[in-house]
């Protein structure tokens, strides 16, 4: 509890008749009557303003998505048992909240509320929109509210301290799946296809039939029965996919506000989503300058909840990838074909031999998909007619990064990589889409 302003104006406006009590001795009387029924008043008013007469409860997910905007509600709660005066009611309520000092909201949410005379339960909804992945903590949440006469203010602390994680986007995944209901994945950019072809899985045998290709012959088959074979295939339902994710000093850069490695890490995500609503195997590898995480590829939606906690706290560090460490990993621990989705960036010819140098380990048995993050920013850059002095130097330094980007990117295009570097908003739209051809064709 604390006096408010209240008081010191009214003590301020007692204190001005002593100006004049030296002529007239009454005065002083009065004003000492005056302070008198002032702290009369002060004491009634603590006595009439109940203590803890609100609550305030916290709700908020307890796993929170990076990037977008994530609902914080706050309910203040009536819980005083004392009776106030007929006509008495408290009418206004602030509240602060806490959010965590490393949210993009950076600051302490404060609300006045206007109180209704029933003491109705009040609720009051904002936002945060975490900047990076990881644990984090709402703090406390206080209350305050004036007494009946104004004079004192109560003020309580409230225990709503929480411990929140903050995953990659999960607000896409659920998106995606809504969209796929309902047959509106045109909306996010998602093409829908058809598979074709005749596969490569092996289904049953049968008897040859004028037009069927000669390497379908079963020969054994033909030499047991004294007739052609024929064997039938069809389209592989079950593939393998491993996610393969840089953490490396490259995956740093920023794109806006948010690091390279989270962008990836939410586009990762969304394939491995998809891809296993696919029945398709998913598994992970995070690497830096060593593995630092191996996730076998599985199936179903379990699968894609264990790699959703092995990626909620992963970040880029300071250290040189060691792509033919991790790629050496990768081909002793798997060794069945699969399509390796590589997650890194790709900065020049030179930076990047070593990774172009690593890759023959894995094309000798999977196929390998390089996905990089393009900065929406430097390709503007490099468009712009300058204007001033450092527009030129500005202009220059992102026609030569553009163009030693599609460098690199062309030496793996010529090694038979396929590559798709597009920006944060089309990153997953983009991949998603190369993944549904690769399936429609049972390329993978």
Not at 238 to 263: F, H, P, S
């Amino acid at each position: 509890m604390r006096l408010t302003r209240r008081v010191a104006l009214l003590l301020l406006i007692g204190i001005v008749p002593l100006a004049f009590s030296g002529a007239l001795r009454w005065l002083a009387w009065g004003v000492l009557g005056y302070d008198v029924l002032l702290v009369i008043l002060v004491l009634a008013d603590i006595a009439l303003t109940p203590k803890g007469a609100y609550t305030v409860s916290r709700a908020v997910e307890d796993k929170l998505s990076l990037g977008v905007d994530n609902l914080v509600t706050l309910t203040a709660r009536y819980q005083s048992e004392t009776r106030l005066p007929y006509g008495a009611r408290l009418r206004q309520l602030t509240v602060r909240d806490e959010p965590p000092v490393d949210f993009d909201s950076g600051r302490v949410a404060t609300f006045i509320l206007a109180l209704s005379a029933t003491h109705r339960d009040e609720t009051i909804s904002y936002h945060v929109r975490p900047p990076a992945k990881g644990d984090y903590e709402f703090g406390d949440t206080y209350i305050g509210y004036d007494g009946y006469f104004g004079l004192i203010r109560r003020v309580a602390r409230i225990r709503t301290r929480q411990d929140v994680r903050v995953y990659p986007n999960l607000v896409e995944t659920a998106k995606y799946d809504m969209l796929a209901r309902s047959g509106r994945l045109m909306q996010v950019g998602i093409r829908n296809y058809r598979q074709r072809g005749e596969g490569s899985e092996f289904e049953s045998l049968r008897e040859y039939v004028p037009g069927d290709e000669y390497r379908k012959i079963d020969w054994a088959a033909t030499a047991r029965r004294h007739k052609l074979i024929s064997r039938q295939y069809q389209v592989e339902r079950a593939q393998n996919i491993v996610l393969v994710i840089d953490a490396g000093r490259n995956m740093l850069q920023k794109v806006g506000a948010t690091a390279k490695i989270d962008y990836v890490i939410n586009t990762a995500l969304m394939l491995g989503y998809v891809a296993s609503s696919s029945d398709d195997r998913v598994g992970l590898m995070v690497f830096d300058g060593e593995v630092r995480t191996f996730i076998p590829p599985g199936k179903g939606k379990t699968q894609v909840y264990r790699l959703l906690d092995a990626l909620y706290n992963v970040s880029a560090v300071m250290v040189e990838s060691d792509y033919d460490a991790a790629f050496k990993d990768l081909a002793a621990r798997w060794r069945r074909r699969s399509l390796v989705v590589l997650f890194t960036d790709l900065v020049d010819t030179d930076s990047s031999a070593q990774m172009l140098s690593a890759l023959s380990i894995l094309e000798r048995r999977h196929r390998v998909l390089c996905v990089t993050v393009s900065d929406p920013s430097i390709v503007a850059s490099a468009r712009d007619v300058p204007e001033e002095p450092a527009d030129v130097f500005r202009k220059a330094v992102s026609v030569q990064v553009l163009q030693e980007r599609r460098q690199a990117a062309s030496v793996l295009k010529h090694r038979g990589i396929w590559t798709i570097d597009s920006p944060p908003e089309s990153l997953s739209s983009d991949l998603i889409n190369h993944y549904l051809a690769l399936k429609a064709r049972a390329g993978i």
